[in-house]
């Protein structure tokens, strides 16, 4: 048998038996699996107190999914995001919160705040235009509980928002006024704080550790935030990461007349990716490690005077992610030695996203909340850890008790993140209808946390459980 002639001007296609077969495994790991732990009905907020949280979600639904199409028909990306956070800062405005714009040396970084504010925790967000407006009247006593709801809406270069932060915007967004709603229908409905932070440049940078280094966790107990995907899934493996780079110098040299006289960049990098992909066979299933050359040359007939990658280094676990990186190193620097280049290895100066931790009790208060939207989030080790990412959530999750959940913003299960499929979802009615349920998740979660102390112990002793804080900044100092 003749075997088809290949159309080379074409790339092949990925095989569509693999997402096929992952969905079968994901169907039967779910019925293996059961239904995901949910708050029993006498924890958190009663059930009246939530229902007119649902409706304070509703009303508010045209304009959240106005907020999440304007967002999405004007994508941005990382601390360019002028448009959305104007369209956010003007929706607050409509309610009559006034925000505080530009908040810790970041022009795109909003913060608003509703609730009680004990006089210890009233202090000075960073720079700000609108900051003495934006701070509600301090009242006098200790500290109160006080939970975060934080924002993205960043988008990616030629994809949009194939991540879906107009939709994650929209649930924050729509979470704290629908809390702000019901405080206002009912006073005292929020026997605490609850902020709204947006955070930029998810995509980009890793811009919650620098917001978090500049105070924005301060005197904050608690954060939440979702995350747009192709499933209702309570939790998910988030990989943390190390964003790295590699500079070679060589000497430059006639390639054909002379070029035992040159030290090639180009073959170190090209050493490098071939070390990358020998390297993949002896590390952990879930750990990744991909490049992309920078700079590799200008012209063909003169050895290349410098090369540059650009790497990233991803793992599980905190301690599994150091170790590979250490590998990487190695790597980048045996590199050097077998060509006679020399090598700078570049890291980012902030930790860059750590593996996100997530807060049992809060993520059975996210589950019993969108059971009540009509949604049913699957269990953590349904969908498989294969398609794992990494998000700068991690890094808050680290320093205070946190959930990122996964909301389905599509009608196909094999959609997958950072491509125009996702991003063509989180612009359709199932991405609206997304924003709408995931508003209400988080201001459930919310609502039920500030509502009961034994919840919140319990929400705090499950973070210590897990290990506490941990010095995210000196992370890779120690």
Known sequence: MTRPVRDLSRPTMPCSAVQARMAEETAARAAAAGPAPALPEDVGAEAGLRAELAEAVDSLAPELVALSRDLHAHPEVGYAEHHAVAAVAELLRAHGITPSVGVFGMDTALRAEIGTVAATDAAEHGESRDADEAQPPATAGSHVPTMAILAEYDALPGVGHGCGHNVMCANSVGAFLALAELERRRPGALPGRVILQTTPAEESDTAKEILAQRGMLDGVDAAIQTHAYAHDLADQTWLGVRRMSAVYTGIPSH????????????????????????????????????????????????????????????????????????????????????????????????????????????????VRSQRERGRDPLPAGVVTETVAAGTDFGNVSLRVPGIHPLIKVTDRDDVALHTREMAAAAGSPTGDAAAVDGAYGLAAVALDWLHDAELRDAVRADFEAAGGAVDVAGFWEE
């Open 255 to 366: 390639a054909s007349s002379q070029p035992f006289m040159g030290r090639n960049a180009l073959d170190a990098a090209t050493l490098v990716l071939t070390g990358l992909g020998l390297l993949r066979q002896q590390i952990l299933p879930m750990d990744r490690v991909h490049a992309v050359v920078d700079d590799g040359g200008q012209v063909a007939n003169v050895i290349p005077e410098r090369a540059e990658l650009n790497l990233m280094v991803r793992s599980k676990y905190p301690e599994t992610l150091k170790d590979l990186v250490g590998r990487v190193e190695d790597l980048l620097r045996g590199a050097a030695l077998m060509t006679g280049t020399g090598v700078e290895i570049i890291t980012d100066a902030n930790t860059n996203e750590m593996p996100v931790r997530s807060n049992a009790p809060l993520l059975q208060a996210w």
